[in-house]
């Protein structure tokens, strides 16, 4: 994909970037540096950060562009390993049950 932006427009932008991801980054560290004690608003609502973020680097593997397709294989394994997390809530387990149904999906299909 060819752009109209020569090499000193792009590392403008890369920098800008940058400085403001450092900003935002700073910016708590800076606030939470000055407070004695987090609220309990904020804890609670920091509890779920990491289920929010699992969730966004995992689903994107089950959504095809293609209209026409659908990962079963992926669905399936998904959602039992999804069932055996909540049930046991053990990563091993939870791991093995996804990568174990994905794989006998794949070897029977």
Sequence with gaps: MAT??????????VAVIGVLTYACRLSFIA???RLDEIPP??????????AAVLAALVLPS???LDA???AADKFVAG?????VA???????ATMVT???????IRFLL
């Design 4 to 13: 109209n932006y020569g090499p000193v427009e792009i590392a403008g932008v």
């Design 31 to 33: 606030l939470f540096g």
């Design 41 to 50: 608003v904020v804890e609670r609502v920091l509890r779920f950060v990491p």
């Design 62 to 64: 089950f959504v095809t």
């Design 68 to 70: 026409g397709s659908f």
């Design 79 to 83: 959602a039992l390993a999804a069932g």
């Design 86 to 92: 909540w049930r046991t809530e053990d990563v091993f």
């Design 98 to 104: 996804g990568m174990g149904v994905l794989w006998a």
